[in-house]
């Protein structure tokens, strides 16, 4: 279970303090679908960097009881000089993973044939969307964090990440963010809506999408 309570964020601009989120409550269960709609700007790759741990808030108490992964298909954490290769062996030794059983799977996955043990800096950004889902796949989550829908490689790949995620890991968590309706309609049971820097909770879909439609 994943926690929020009371949970604000707030940031310093030059034109003064900018409330982002502003006392949000939400649990995470075990194997739940959870999506959040909002619109551009209004605080929710912000939620899933709260929630992955990247970013800290300014007050109020996550608590996680289960493993949390960072956004899927998220690149920004590479250490560009090093190569794909080098990459992976750093982050199996953050999350106490087995490298040998790992290397395999990624460098499969990923498609980067030779470009496996070549400096990351050197990758197009589909290599490095491609490598990063690769490991996103290689540890294993509890809770699976998506910032707005996958969009990685062409329709064969794309398929191929699909699979992955949304069939051999149905019984896992899933916390999706994003403004386009339909991708929260297609994988996420419950919703929640983010305006005005507060969520609500929505069990009805049509509800949801109505109340979207009306905070735009």
């Not at 509890?142 to 995620?165: M, N, P, Q, T």
Request: proline share 2%; hydrophobic share 40%.
């Amino acid at each position: 279970m994943i926690t929020l309570r009371g949970v604000s964020k707030d940031y310093r601009t030059r034109e003064g303090g900018r409330h982002v989120l502003r006392d949000i409550n939400l649990q995470i269960d075990r194997g739940a679908k959870i999506g959040i709609l909002g619109r551009n700007g209004s605080g929710k790759s912000t939620l899933i960097r709260l929630i992955g741990g990247a970013e800290h808030p300014t007050c109020g108490v996550i608590k996680r009881e289960m493993t949390v992964s960072w956004p899927l298909a998220f690149s920004g954490g590479f250490q560009g000089s090093l190569t794909g290769l080098d990459n992976l062996r750093f982050i199996c030794r953050v999350y106490g993973a087995d490298i040998d059983r790992a290397r395999p799977f990624v460098e499969d996955f990923s498609e980067l044939g030779v470009y496996f043990r070549e400096p990351v800096k050197t990758y197009s950004a589909g290599m490095r969307a491609r490598l990063a889902f690769a490991l996103s796949m290689a540890i294993e989550f509890d809770c699976y964090l998506i910032d707005e829908v996958l969009a990685v490689g062409d329709s064969r790949f794309h398929e191929k990440c699909h699979h992955e995620l949304f069939e051999k890991r149905r019984d896992r968590a899933l916390l999706m963010v994003s403004h386009l309706p339909q991708h929260i309609r297609e994988y996420c049971s419950t919703i929640y809506v983010l305006s005005a820097a507060r969520i609500q909770r929505f069990d009805d879909v049509d509800e949801a999408y109505a109340y979207f439609a009306e905070c735009g």
